[in-house]
């Protein structure tokens, strides 16, 4: 039976340490569907849409990374594309508390659903998507840290934030 993967996530916006574990989670998987949360973010830098329409177009030459909404809860999404495995990156040690306690209550809710934990490689361990939204709106540099499309895209939203 081929393994379908689910990689859950709000990726406001998707940076290289998200590329990376999909990229793998590709290699190990015979799918891997990016689950792109609707509601997960009060404010988000992007829309719904947009965080799709980047992540399609990042994965676009790679057929068994598919992209995908969901809202409610994570098992009933996962349970609905009859995947098998939630997949998430484990950065440091200071991860680990909230995705331990996501894992074992989504292993509550449905104890069919296993969560499998990926490292992404060094470089990007100490990238998340809030800090690149931070460091950028505050003129730093994030060339490397997202892919292009995504630099693009903050250059876009910041070149169209009304002048103060
Ligand atoms: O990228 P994030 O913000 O760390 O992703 C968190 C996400 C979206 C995976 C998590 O908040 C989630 O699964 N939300 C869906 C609602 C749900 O199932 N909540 C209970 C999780 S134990």
New binding site residues.
Partial sequence: MPTLAVY???FDPLTNGHVDIITRGARLFDGIVVAI?AN?EKAPLFTTEERVEIARAVFKDQPTVEVETFDG???DYVARRKADVIVRGLRAVSDFEFEFQ?AL??RRLNSKIETVFMMPAEQYTYISSRLIKEVFGLGGRVHGLVPDMVEARLHEKVLAQPTR
């Fill in positions: 859950p996530g709000s949360a997960a809860l994570l098992v996501m209550m989504n």
